[in-house]
């Protein structure tokens, strides 16, 4: 089994940024593509970004060229770069890997506000 643990949310300005971190367990986080989802009060889940195995993103137009996801092999280890973020940022973030029916990390809370 894999167990996703994420960090790195807390409260943020307006423009400020933000680096989400998911620390997978076990040897096979290299094999799939890893996302990264969000999911404010009232709202469905969203994907924000999505990272394949060998590193290659894609993000929505409501992140792009704000947000960055990256992944560390061999710390098997994701992360989220946040920058310019906005109040309609403000959401609980989960980390998700693709493999064997997925995995997905408990959440951090991202709060946008002044």
């Known amino acids: 089994q894999v167990q996703l643990v994420e960090s790195g949310g807390g409260l943020v300005q307006p423009g400020g940024s933000l680096r989400l971190s998911c620390a997978a367990s076990g040897s096979i986080f290299r094999i799939y593509p890893m996302a990264w989802y969000r999911q404010a009060q009232g709202k469905q889940r969203e994907l924000v970004a999505v990272?394949?195995?060998?590193?290659?993103?894609n993000y929505p137009a409501s992140v792009k060229g704000r947000f960055t996801i990256s992944r560390d092999n061999g710390k098997n280890t994701g992360y989220l770069q946040m920058n310019s973020l906005k109040p309609e940022d403000t959401a609980v973030y989960y980390c998700?890997?693709?493999?064997?029916?997925?995995?997905w990390g408990q959440g951090t809370q991202v709060t946008v506000s002044s």
């Open positions: 990272i394949t195995s060998g590193g290659i993103a």
């Open positions: 998700y890997l693709d493999g064997r029916g997925g995995y």
